[in-house]
């Protein structure tokens, strides 16, 4: 795998919550993207051989006078850039233009003006809509440099010095808001750097299972499946890598939804043998360990603690433990902020990233950490791992712990299970498309309010339904469901599910939310 890293492209992150986002952008062309933090130095900024360079956007001010700038190495190494936001204006700062506070901040969707022909539009038509997310501006380019576009809030929406090959971009490509910017990247990537197209799902798979060879030796995995597609896609590429020294270990911590236990261990008892699939079922101890727990983060922390334990004393029935495998993914990487990113603010601890004990942090064996969601299901297709397990809806590793607000107990979960199930059958029902609901389900609120059933006064809890579209997990918004089908869902929760007495839907985008409410 690592001769495909090389004459790719590496970004400077500059603690963009969409710095991933432009890796898989350009990945989407077949060309490999690593991420370096804006304090990496030469020797790891080219440590791969890259053939051009992205400055993300970040959450500082340009004009600010801590804020981060734009390396020496960047422009001494002589190769293409392209700076996207931030990025854009510590570029024109580096070479002597002028940023200044813009008089109308741009969030949110506008339309860029192309005023000049260049490599980065090829193919795209004058007038482009694009995602804007900037309160600085760029005044006065850089000696050199042309205005390539502008938008009614950003006089030099897009700027370039072609001798140079050096660009900037005031708006961000690299979301699905911006419908022109894969061409962009593709345009910048392999007609203006030359990065070779060679990056592809089956080469990704052929090297994975070199790197975990090299990784674990002669040792012996136990990996913890969780029923997704990540744990399912890890479990595929360790079986093919060190066949039956994998030990797959399902832990029911009581958190999964209806019947879900039995499915999982039906379905990849399947794919990865009977005789090596080892399922405990520690209810008793996660609840026992989350009793009296309301904070989401101790939840989080909690619940990664005791998948180890769990996982040890799985373990120790096959012989000892040496590796534990993870089916943790960049969205879980980049919402915890780990450690490498300056910048970056954490949004939230993932039970993979914040869990494990000081013990366990060396003996992690995690495949498809640097991958998206779309990512990991090209590459499960590839290992011709069954489509309904492919295209699951995404289920957090904690469960319904993190749908389950305030504490966690048995007769909550099962309020909560009940409800989730009606919600499913229901969409399940109503054949709609894949992308209309990429992910759906039910959240318990902590929260009881007055209604009356039956003539008689009830006080009772309130199921909130979620259902989002999204295509990276990383961006979503809630999705329109029909009035209908709402309606239906709500009169069977309300009749069916004791002690629930009210229904609401989420609509709200990610950002500001997250898919998850904790």
């Not at 002589?78 to 940023?99: F, K, S």
């Not at 958190?255 to 005789?275: K, N, S, T, W």
Request: net charge negative; proline share 7%; glycine share 10%.
């Amino acid at each position: 795998m690592s001769d495909l890293k090389y004459d790719g492209l590496v970004i400077i992150d500059y603690g963009s919550q969409y710095s991933q986002l432009i890796a898989r952008r350009v990945r989407e062309q077949g060309v490999y993207a690593a991420i370096v933090p804006y304090t990496a130095g030469a020797e790891e900024g080219l440590a791969l051989n890259p053939r051009g360079i992205i400055l993300s956007g970040g959450p500082d001010s340009a004009s600010a006078p801590d804020a981060p700038r734009l390396p020496g190495w960047v422009l001494s190494s002589g190769l293409p850039v392209l700076g996207i936001c931030y990025g854009m204006q510590i570029l024109t700062q580096a070479l002597g233009g002028e940023v200044g506070p813009a008089a109308e901040r741009e969030y949110g969707p506008a339309t860029i003006e192309i005023d000049a022909s260049s490599p980065l539009w090829a193919g795209l038509e004058r007038n482009q809509p694009v995602w804007m997310s900037h309160g600085d501006r760029i005044e006065t380019p850089p000696p050199g440099f042309t205005i390539l576009a502008h938008s009614e809030g950003s006089p030099c929406a897009g700027i370039a010095d072609e001798r140079r090959a050096l660009y900037g971009v005031q708006f961000h490509p690299e979301v699905t808001h911006t419908p022109g910017g894969g061409a962009m990247l593709r345009n910048f990537a392999l007609s203006i750097c030359g990065c070779p197209p060679r990056w592809q799902p089956e080469a990704f798979i052929a090297g994975a299972i070199a790197a975990i060879r090299a990784q674990v030796g002669e040792g012996r995995v136990v990996l913890g499946l969780s029923g997704g597609v990540d744990s399912a896609v890890t479990a595929a590429l360790l079986r093919r890598a060190i066949g039956d020294r994998l030990i797959p270990v399902f832990v029911n911590h009581g958190l999964m939804r209806l019947h879900e236990p039995e499915e999982i261990v039906a379905a990849f008892g399947a794919i990865l043998g009977q005789q090596n699939l080892i399922a405990v079922d520690a209810t008793e101890a996660f609840l026992t360990a989350l009793a009296g727990v309301t904070e989401p983060e101790a939840k989080r922390k909690i619940i990664g603690e005791q998948f180890i334990i769990a996982f040890e004393e799985a373990a120790r029935r096959a012989g000892p433990l040496e590796w534990l495998a993870q089916g943790t993914i960049y969205p879980d990487v980049i919402e915890s902020a780990a450690a490498g990113r300056p910048g970056a603010s954490v949004i939230k601890s993932h039970h993979n990233v914040g869990g494990l004990p000081e013990r366990m942090k060396d003996r992690v064996v995690e495949p498809l950490r640097d991958l998206f969601k779309d990512e990991v299901r090209r590459i499960g297709l590839a290992l011709g791992l069954p489509e309904e397990i492919v295209w699951r809806q995404p289920f957090p590793g904690p469960g319904l712990a993190v749908r389950c607000l305030g504490e966690v107990t048995w007769e909550r979960l099962e309020t909560l299970r009940a409800a989730d199930a009606i919600f499913r059958e229901e969409l399940a029902a109503a054949k709609l498309p894949r992308e209309a609901a990429a992910q759906a389900f039910a959240v318990l609120l902590p929260v009881r309010t007055v209604g009356v059933m039956g003539d008689q006064r009830t006080y009772g809890e309130v199921i909130a339904l979620r259902a989002v579209t999204t295509q990276d997990f990383m961006t979503a918004d809630w999705a329109r469901l029909q009035h209908d089908l709402l309606a239906r869902v709500s009169a069977r929760i309300v009749s069916q599910v004791g002690g629930v007495n009210r229904v609401v839907y989420d609509i709200t985008s990610k950002p500001p939310a997250t898919i998850e409410w904790e």
